[in-house]
């Protein structure tokens, strides 16, 4: 279920994920970066790159490669949200 | 047949707050029970642009969406994957979230646009967020005559979740709020 390749049935839904745990260290380290440091202006630096690395490597082994194919896909369609751009008027 | 819908809603909290609430809306344990339609939510992209502050998200929605049974019947599934695609520009403090379906999208599109922005009343302390929902079925004949029906109902459900997602951000903001309050 989910957006994981099903390897055996489990029954709930929810946090069946494999990734569960490295997907909630990642969010809250994102989450206490966005609040604490991004919003007040100190975005010169990329933070919880250990946590994200983690995660990510977690969900190549585990994301449905064709169902990713078609959400990248989707998400090149929606960018073009950037017309609310107003720089690079160059 | 397209519908759209706006919605238009001001949280008295100001924008750091509001868009900090909007990427634990789905997170938080606590609102999970509240906002159980939503599975998984997965990060699978995110980009930082260190020059002009502008963040760039790609996030992957699992959503537990049952509708009338003969959809379920022609469909033969309820869960329904979601991309939201999310732009945070720090410098103009705006956020803008895309969502849309990638299952089903032979029966449905549903492609919802939110944005939060400053309220220009008062930019310092409140939110106004504003929110389109377009919905369109496709044109399929055995489906036809249902087509509007459902239409209707998929708005319905659109309706009665974007309220309580709305009560879980100002939760969430009130809750932020009292975090960062000074002793």
Redesign the interface.
């Known amino acids: 279920m989910g957006l994981l390749k099903k390897k055996e049935s489990t029954s709930a839904h929810s946090s069946t994920s494999p990734c569960a745990d490295l997907r909630n260290a990642y969010h809250n380290c994102f989450n206490k970066w966005y609040s604490e440091k991004f919003v007040k202006g100190q975005w010169d630096k990329e933070e919880c790159v250990a946590e994200w690395k983690k995660y990510r490597g977690c969900l190549s082994e585990h994301l449905d490669g064709k169902l990713l194919t078609r959400i990248l896909e989707v998400d090149g369609e929606l960018i073009p949200t950037k017309q609310a751009d107003s720089t690079g008027s160059s | 047949m397209v519908k759209a819908y706006k919605q238009e809603h001001v949280y008295k909290h100001p ?3 509001v ?2 609430a909007s ?2 809306k789905f ?1 938080d344990p606590e609102n ?1 029970r509240i906002l159980s339609h939503i ?2 939510v ?5 980009k ?3 020059e ?2 502008k ?1 760039h998200t ?1 996030r ?1 929605l ?1 959503i ?1 969406a049952p509708g009338p049974w003969f959809l379920h019947r022609i469909i033969g599934q309820d ?1 329904c ?1 979601c ?1 939201e ?1 999310t ?2 520009d ?1 410098k103009s403090r ?1 956020m ?1 979230l ?1 969502t ?1 379906n ?1 299952s089903l999208q032979k029966f449905i599109e549903v492609e919802e ?1 939110i944005r939060y922005d400053p309220h220009p009343e008062n930019p310092s302390a409140w939110t106004v967020c504003s929110q389109e929902t377009s919905i369109r079925i496709k044109p399929l004949s055995a489906l036809a005559s249902m087509a509007e029906k459902v239409e209707q109902k998929c708005a319905e459900k659109f309706m009665q979740n974007s309220v309580k997602g709305r009560e879980v951000m100002e939760r969430i903001c009130k809750y ?1 709020e009292a975090e960062s309050a000074p002793i």
């Open positions: 924008w750091e707050r868009s900090a990427w634990r997170a999970k599975l998984e997965d990060t699978l992209n995110r930082l642009d260190t002009t502050g963040l790609t992957a699992t537990h869960i994957h991309v695609s732009v945070v720090g705006s803008q895309t849309k990638i646009r932020m």
